[in-house]
């Protein structure tokens, strides 16, 4: 009898125990729309709520460069000015205890999660809790802010890397992991193109990948590295500079649509964020006929409905005088559903 129970016993102990790991992660149901906490982060630490009001101070933080959240926690990547390694989770610095062989100056360009593991960005390695993975060959790499995604436990990094052939010029790469390290790969160009960027990744269903950034000087996509060149209706930018006349900053997905951020030069100094979905352009412009220039920060999808994070400079007309302002706009599918003025929020989260 007691051979029978044991037979019985252990395959529902070895079910429970499988069932718990594969849903480690708290199931979140979606919100409706009315019910959805929201935080901004600035670059210094800051962290607001919709209305402007501050939550909480980052201790000890130098600078952000983003923020995500995992049910009810969030998670920050930036630097401390305590010279350590780690990020902070639910406003509480954690220090990861990684053993560097040449210590440098530490400072996140992005962060990721999947099961119990961190994932940060910070070059030249991505740190996957205390453990070290080199980026293979990245003396001229330069990741992109927000550069690193996570799908099921499968992290990509991108940026771009400089090289000398056909000509001197940066051109877009991707690292994936490989046997303890990281290894990069060149994203396609178009025939006759020498130059590009990888600006924003994002990973899913484990094996897939979107891309955006630009190819010589047209915004682009890669998804699962086929290249997309996106429509810009402007052909201008600011010539000394070599600019682009359109980027992608910011990727994600919904259902089976690719969303694309980023912004298009609609003169030789001003920009104007711009998404791109399914190929098909909106610009996203708060401040009417007092706009100037706006740019993409940040990127999330939530259930069915997009969000973006946008930064605008407009001018204000006092009556006697005008002046330019700063705003923090966060839009839902297109609308704007909050601002706020001279924060330079960074990074959003919605949950």
């Given at each position: 009898?007691?051979?029978?129970?044991?037979?019985?016993?252990?395959?529902?102990?070895?079910?429970?125990?499988?069932?718990?790991?594969?849903?480690?992660?708290?199931?979140?149901?979606?919100?409706?729309?009315?019910?959805?906490?929201?935080?901004?982060?600035?670059?210094?630490?800051?962290?607001?709520?919709?209305?402007?009001?501050?939550?909480?101070?980052?201790?000890?933080?130098?600078?952000?460069?983003?923020?995500?959240?995992?049910?009810?926690?969030?998670?920050?990547?930036?630097?401390?000015?305590?010279?350590?390694?780690?990020?902070?989770?639910?406003?509480?610095?954690?220090?990861?205890?990684?053993?560097?062989?040449?210590?440098?100056?530490?400072?996140?360009?992005?962060?990721?999660?999947?099961?119990?593991?961190?994932?940060?960005?910070?070059?030249?390695?991505?740190?996957?809790?205390?453990?070290?993975?080199?980026?293979?060959?990245?003396?001229?790499?330069?990741?992109?802010?927000?550069?690193?995604?996570?799908?099921?436990?499968?992290?990509?990094?991108?940026?771009?890397?400089?090289?000398?052939?056909?000509?001197?010029?940066?051109?877009?790469?991707?690292?994936?992991?490989?046997?303890?390290?990281?290894?990069?790969?060149?994203?396609?160009?178009?025939?006759?193109?020498?130059?590009?960027?990888?600006?924003?990744?994002?990973?899913?269903?484990?094996?897939h990948v979107i891309v955006g950034g630009y190819v010589?000087?047209?915004?682009?996509?890669?998804?699962?590295?086929?290249?997309?060149?996106?429509?810009?209706?402007?052909?201008?930018?600011?010539?000394?500079?070599?600019?682009?006349?359109?980027?992608?900053?910011?990727?994600?997905?919904?259902?089976?649509?690719?969303?694309?951020?980023?912004?298009?030069?609609?003169?030789e100094e001003n920009q104007v964020a711009t998404v791109?979905?399914?190929?098909?352009?909106?610009?996203?412009?708060?401040?009417?006929?007092?706009?100037?220039?706006?740019?993409?920060?940040?990127?999330?999808?939530?259930?069915?409905?997009?969000?973006?994070l946008t930064l605008e400079y407009s001018m204000i007309?006092?009556?006697?005088?005008?002046?330019?302002?700063?705003?923090?706009?966060?839009?839902?599918?297109?609308?704007?559903?909050?601002?706020?003025?001279?924060?330079?929020?960074?990074?959003?989260?919605?949950?």
């Amino acid at each position: 009898m007691r051979r029978f129970l044991y037979y019985i016993i252990l395959p529902i102990c070895l079910i429970s125990m499988f069932s718990s790991c594969k849903n480690d992660e708290p199931d979140n149901p979606i919100k409706p729309v009315g019910e959805r906490d929201i935080m901004l982060v600035n670059g210094i630490g800051d962290i607001y709520n919709l209305n402007g009001e501050v939550i909480t101070t980052l201790s000890n933080c130098q600078s952000v460069s983003q923020i995500i959240v995992e049910g009810n926690d969030y998670f920050v990547s930036g630097s401390s000015s305590k010279d350590r390694v780690g990020y902070w989770k639910n406003g509480k610095w954690n220090t990861l205890h990684v053993d560097f062989i040449e210590d440098v100056e530490h400072w996140a360009a992005g962060i990721g999660k999947w099961d119990y593991y961190i994932y940060l960005l910070d070059y030249p390695n991505v740190l996957k809790n205390s453990g070290i993975f080199p980026l293979r060959d990245a003396e001229n790499f330069i990741a992109a802010r927000h550069g690193i995604s996570v799908s099921e436990g499968v992290c990509h990094v991108v940026g771009s890397d400089l090289v000398e052939t056909p000509v001197h010029a940066r051109v877009p790469v991707i690292y994936s992991e490989h046997k303890g390290a990281y290894v990069s790969e060149r994203l396609p160009l178009p025939e006759g193109v020498t130059r590009g960027d990888a600006l924003a990744v994002y990973g899913y269903d484990r094996n897939h990948v979107i891309v955006g950034g630009y190819v010589g000087n047209e915004p682009a996509l890669w998804i699962d590295n086929q290249l997309q060149v996106l429509p810009c209706t402007h052909s201008t930018a600011m010539s000394s500079d070599d600019l682009p006349y359109g980027s992608v900053s910011a990727v994600t997905r919904i259902g089976d649509r690719i969303y694309a951020a980023g912004t298009e030069y609609y003169d030789e100094e001003n920009q104007v964020a711009t998404v791109w979905c399914d190929g098909v352009q909106q610009y996203l412009k708060a401040s009417g006929d007092d706009f100037v220039s706006s740019e993409v920060m940040d990127i999330q999808a939530y259930g069915s409905d997009l969000y973006v994070l946008t930064l605008e400079y407009s001018m204000i007309d006092n009556g006697e005088y005008s002046y330019p302002a700063l705003s923090s706009v966060l839009w839902m599918n297109g609308t704007v559903l909050g601002k706020i003025l001279y924060k330079g929020m960074v990074s959003f989260a919605v949950y």
